[in-house]
């Protein structure tokens, strides 16, 4: 299947080997809700998921900080304040559509 039209586009700076695997793609639906494709046969040790996720959250923040002209520690903040706003309410529900994903 091609990328949606909407996919972020790869440029010429991606890093990038025939060994490089996609571990996780978010997508959101007009405030709708979310779909997140995971593959967890990626990586054995969740622990080392959480490690890639924390380094996402601080490209997060730089993103955020240079597309939004924000302090790069205030949108870190941010993010991380949703992220444990999430984990202790639990305001939504997820739902498995693919064994070894979660979506």
């Known amino acids: 299947m091609a990328d949606h039209a909407n996919a ?6 991606a890093a990038l080997t025939d060994e490089s695997v996609e571990v996780a793609r ?9 779909n997140v494709l995971i593959d967890a046969g990626i990586l054995e040790d969740p622990t080392v998921f959480g490690y890639l996720l924390a380094d996402t959250i601080r490209h997060a923040a730089r993103a955020y900080a240079a597309t939004w ?6 949108a870190l903040q ?3 304040d949703g992220v444990g706003t999430e984990l202790r309410e639990q305001f939504t529900t997820i739902s498995t559509i693919q064994e070894g994903t979660i979506n």
Do not use: H, R
């Open 78 to 80: 941010a993010i991380v």
């Open 69 to 74: 002209g924000i302090d790069e520690d205030a």
């Open 8 to 13: 972020i586009k790869l440029d010429a700076g």
């Open 26 to 34: 978010i997508w959101i639906t007009n405030n709708a809700g979310s």
